[in-house]
């Protein structure tokens, strides 16, 4: 067996380079699913979307990057749990009776990456079975047919637009996306430190960027029920 | 100016041995000087308990002078102090208030032990330092000083990482009880210099596989022991410690 890369990847650095480049493959894959949600918005039935969620299951070359996707996700939030539970143990049995929470620039989601991520992580089971789920195996998926298609494809917009009726379904999601919103702010700078790459120059730029990015994801997203429950 | 008469009511950390249990213990102490330190003040108070034929408070120190990084209190639940860039003992009772109660309570985490009162056990750092924080030099008569030319901006750097005191006030404040500040500033001084090539692709890894071995928590970029550190260390060395680990892990042979 490899052993430099055993003991890398078992080393606090090591383990810690998998969640800076697990947690990177997410934000971009996030950045084009809101995208690509963003059609949801268009109205005209849904035919847009629907087209365009019909491609993203069926291009092989999407299809081969989706298991990297899920492989990400389950490396990143186990990896992440194991993490919190080890930095919790390092802290040891005693706490502290009086404790300041003083940063050096880091924000306050930063004390609290493990349960956040353990929010998303329900959120996306969730999620995971009212979409996905459904658009793969599921019963509650009508069909639709759409002038230049030999077949009926999946009405996944008819499916979002219903679960959008429900107001409480909509507050889920939008409370949801603040946690996510909340984990990136902190998590996009810090990736790049884990990474080793800090600049005098460029760290201030990744900064901004990596706000804006939390802000712009979670807002994009968190737009999408409102709109949807409010043009129903 | 300065009074010389405050009354503080002191909330300290008692605990007889490691496998004791702890508790707080409420103590007054009156005629405190604003001239006096953090640990003179404590000293006032030790008398008054040996006169009082009680247990004095076990507490650490030992230059009071700001540089060896033997003093160790949570002060209100900073640690060194709500005065940043500045050790215990060199944190002086002008910055408290008459009347105040204070809190002080040892380092807490699983890799410092408590010996006794404020006392812990910080070997694991010696052992992170043994693993890798030294250089090879020939023996023999002292090399000319000015033989080894190193720019001044890159002296600088390492004179900012050699700063570190060893006092493990980054682990007292991260909430994960990492010891990333103090492993990245000893790795960063050395990779600095010319003197520390030789070991240099070796140290990283070592000093990291010691770090996680006595049990310390994995950085989450915090930046607490920023924040707290007395010499001001910067989380900068962590990054650059990962890209040295980075490199002599992924790199190395
Ligand atoms: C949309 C999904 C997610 C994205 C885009 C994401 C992104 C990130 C990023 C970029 C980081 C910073 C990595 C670093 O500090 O080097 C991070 C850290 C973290 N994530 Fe996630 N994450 C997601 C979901 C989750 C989930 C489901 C969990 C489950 C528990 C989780 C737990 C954590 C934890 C504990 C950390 C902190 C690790 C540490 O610094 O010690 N994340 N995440
Ligand atoms: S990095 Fe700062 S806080 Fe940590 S041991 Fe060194 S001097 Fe103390
Ligand atoms: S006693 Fe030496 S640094 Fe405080």
Redesign the pocket.
């Known amino acids: 067996m490899n052993t430099w890369f055993v003991r890398f990847i078992t080393s606090s650095i090591g383990k810690?380079?998998v969640?800076?480049l697990?947690?990177?493959f997410?934000?971009s894959?996030?950045i084009i699913h809101l995208i690509g949600n963003l059609q949801l918005l268009s109205g005209a039935g849904g035919q847009a979307f629907n087209e365009y969620a019909y491609f993203m299951t069926h291009n092989p070359l999407i299809k081969a990057t989706s298991y990297g996707l899920y492989a990400s996700?389950l490396l990143?939030?186990i990896q992440?749990?194991l993490?919190?539970i080890k930095?919790r143990q390092a802290r040891g049995s005693q706490g502290y009776a009086v404790k300041a929470n003083r940063t050096a620039g880091a924000s306050k989601a930063s004390y609290r990456?493990?349960a956040?991520?353990?929010i998303?992580?329900i959120f996306?089971v969730i999620h995971l079975i009212q979409f996905w789920y459904q658009t793969h195996w599921g019963s509650q998926i009508e069909t639709v047919d759409y002038e230049g298609w030999d077949q009926p494809i999946n009405d996944l917009y008819a499916l979002v637009a219903f679960t959008y009726t429900n107001i409480w379904m909509v507050v889920f999601y939008v409370v949801c996306m603040i946690f996510?919103g909340l984990?990136?702010w902190?998590?996009?700078e810090?990736?790049f430190?884990?990474?080793g790459l800090s600049h005098e120059k460029w760290t201030p730029l990744v900064k901004i960027v990596g706000r804006v990015l939390s802000v712009a994801l979670a807002a994009g997203f968190a737009i999408i029920p409102i709109w949807m429950y409010l043009n129903q | 100016m300065g009074a010389d008469n405050m009354k503080l009511t002191l909330k300290i950390w008692r605990q007889k041995g490691n496998k004791a249990k702890g508790q707080f213990q409420t103590y007054q102490v009156d005629n405190v000087s604003t001239h006096m330190s953090f640990l003179e003040m404590l000293d006032v108070l030790n008398e008054k308990l040996v006169s009082d034929k009680q247990e004095p408070v076990a507490f650490e120190h030992d230059c009071r002078e700001g540089i060896c990084g033997t003093c160790s209190l949570v002060i209100n639940g900073y640690p060194h102090g709500p005065m940043q860039g500045t050790t215990t003992c060199q944190l002086h009772m002008r910055h408290f208030n008459d009347g105040d109660t204070i809190t002080i309570e040892p380092w807490r985490s699983a890799a410092f032990p408590v010996v006794k009162d404020l006392v812990v056990n910080r070997d694991a750092f010696d052992r992170i330092i043994q693993s890798g924080g030294f250089i090879s030099v020939n023996t023999g008569q002292a090399q000319d000083g000015n033989a080894i030319p190193i720019e001044k901006e890159v002296a600088n750097e390492a004179m900012d990482a050699a700063t570190c005191i060893g006092c493990g006030a980054c682990v007292a404040a991260c909430p994960?009880a990492s010891a990333m500040l103090f492993t990245a500033a000893k790795v960063s001084h050395l990779a600095h210099m010319p003197q520390g090539e030789v070991e240099a692709a070796q140290r990283a890894r070592r000093m990291v596989e010691q770090h996680d071995a006595e049990g310390f928590g994995?950085?989450?970029?915090i930046t607490a022991c920023e924040a707290e550190c007395p010499k001001e260390i910067s989380v900068e060395h962590i990054a650059r410690l990962n890209r040295e680990y980075l490199s002599s892990s992924v790199g190395g042979k």
């Open positions: 810690k380079v969640m800076a697990t947690g990177l997410l934000i894959f996030l996700i990143h939030a992440g749990i993490l919190w930095n990456m493990g956040i991520g353990s998303i992580l996306l996510v984990h990136l902190h998590g996009f810090s990736a430190q884990t990474l | 994960n994995r950085c989450s970029n």
